[in-house]
């Protein structure tokens, strides 16, 4: 992907076939979309950040700043991500792991986080990275891993609003690790200050019949508070699963009580999760319905949704028909049953092997899926291929979960999506196919080895927000 910005049209996935073109208007479509009707396709606008950028995050704060999390370097952009500049503090922060980004919605408080040796360094703003608060002890726990942050609401009523008559910060801050075979979660009361509360474990669920004493282990993705308080945290499978080479589905910890109690529930079972395979994502919408998305079985990607604070789980339904593997799925979620998720996908529908063992020859996309009726018995979708025919990966992407080709987890774990207040979908990504070599009819999987830090804005279509209608470009 070519370092200077540019806007890419949305790529409407047609009946099963990808009709895609680059051009200065929408594709034209003669059949039916497997999608919702909409008075325009979804178009975006995609920018480097100029910055290496691996698993990723951003937020976007009330006045449409946004935030990128560039491995140590925290990234700016106040004109809708076509000037990016590094607003780090000035002085030398440690060599670490594991970026994380967080913007709290309700206060605009910016959260930077990184992990080093068994504990993690958290910065905070509160002037849009004028200056920064320190925290370098904000781990809450001795031992973690793959940390990710996230605020909620206190639930009203609950022990820790209670408590807490008098809040040092309105929102709680979780710090939610991997252990070896279970997860944490450190909590904030003074908006990041300490953690002085760390939560108990919850283990993976191991349905019967499991062969491996531990399938999911602590390996969680990321931490999502709904808006009445409760909390959730997913993890990439339990172990029972319904086809030889596939794990159980995937595993969703609720708590009830912000995080101090937690309870395990499946989902899917009956299609599983591939035995190579990178973090769900859930989202929660206005009203609290949580969603789920996640690989299945079959490499392709499946939503699930739960109306009583992830007890039980509707069937899963398949997002991305028409195309063939995925990984790393990003998922928000709006008013009810309005959802978008962002993933990497490779448009051959015959290529279902799982990530790390494609073809050399295997083109990948990231590709966004909206559905407005998602909590209808039979959804629709509408698919968009975000990155065209430029792929960002030739050949492996390593989910770190098995003997992947070398050099090819250059991407690292994940992918962000977040929206803004206009329900506007912002995608954090890296593009590791950034040479005219890498983006040749020839190319090899050896030529798609970078890691470059890209933003793939919204630009129309509609908004997660029924009431919002439809978007307005946020650029000009």
């Known amino acids: 992907m070519p370092n200077s910005m540019r806007n890419l049209l949305a790529v409407l996935l047609v009946a099963a076939a990808l009709a895609g073109c680059m051009s200065s ?19 975006f ?121 008098v809040k040092p910060y309105p929102n709680l801050v979780y710090y939610a690790i991997n252990g070896i075979a279970d997860s944490r979660v450190g909590i904030s009361l003074d908006g990041g200050q300490t953690f002085p509360i760390v939560s108990e474990s919850f283990p993976a669920v191991q349905l019967p019949g499991g062969d491996s004493p531990d399938c999911g282990g602590g390996l969680h993705g990321n931490i999502v508070a709904g808006p009445d308080g409760t909390v959730y945290v997913p993890s990439r499978s339990s172990c029972a699963g319904p086809d030889e080479g596939t794990l159980g589905g995937p595993v969703v910890a609720r708590s009830l009580d912000n995080g101090l109690t937690w309870t395990n529930t499946v989902v899917a079972a009956d299609i599983g999760t591939p035995d190579h395979d990178k973090n769900p994502d859930l989202a929660v919408d206005t009203e609290n319905t949580v969603y789920i998305t996640f690989p299945g079985g079959d490499n392709r990607l499946y939503l699930a949704h739960s109306v009583d604070h992830g007890a039980t789980w509707s069937q899963a339904v398949l997002v991305s028909d028409g195309l063939g593997t995925v990984t790393m799925p990003a998922l928000a979620a709006g008013s009810p049953g309005r959802v978008a998720m962002a993933y990497y996908g490779v448009a051959d529908p015959n290529e279902r092997a799982v990530p790390d063992f494609v073809n050399e020859t295997a083109r990948w996309s990231l590709f966004v899926t909206y559905s407005l009726d998602a909590l209808s018995d039979t959804p629709t979708f509408t698919t968009i291929q975000v990155t065209g025919d430029d792929p960002i990966q030739v050949g492996g992407i390593s989910t770190n979960s098995g003997d992947a080709p070398a050099g090819s987890r250059n991407l690292l774990d994940f992918i962000d999506l977040q929206i803004d207040a206009e329900g506007r979908v912002f995608v954090a990504f890296a593009d590791g196919c950034t040479s005219d070599v890498c983006r040749g009819p020839d190319a090899k999987p050896e030529d798609s080895r970078d890691a470059l830090g890209i933003v793939a804005i919204g630009q129309s279509g509609p908004s997660l927000f029924a009431d919002k209608g439809e978007l307005a470009p946020l650029l000009a």
């Not at 208007?25 to 178009?43: F, K, Q, R």
């Not at 608060?133 to 909620?152: E, F, M, R, Y």
């Not at 009203?156 to 209670?162: T, W």
């Open 45 to 165: 606008f995609v920018n480097s950040v100029g910055e290496q950028g691996p698993e990723p995050t951003l937020g976007v704060t009330s006045d449409g700043a946004i935030f990128f999390q560039a491995l140590e370097k925290t990234m700016k952009s106040i004109d809708g991500g076509r000037t990016w500049s590094n607003v780090n503090p000035a002085y030398a922060l440690p060599t670490t792991l594991d970026p994380f980004l967080w913007v709290d919605p309700t206060t605009d408080r910016v959260f930077s986080d990184q992990l080093y040796v068994a504990c993690s360094y958290l910065l905070y703003t509160d002037d849009g990275g004028a200056t920064w608060v320190p925290n370098p002890l904000a781990c809450g726990s001795p031992v973690n891993d793959h940390q990710k942050i996230a605020t909620g609401s206190y639930v009203a009523g609950g022990p820790l609003d209670l408590a807490t008559p």
């Open 25 to 43: 208007t929408p594709p034209a479509t003669d059949g039916p979309a497997t999608g919702n009707d909409s008075a325009a396709l979804p178009t």
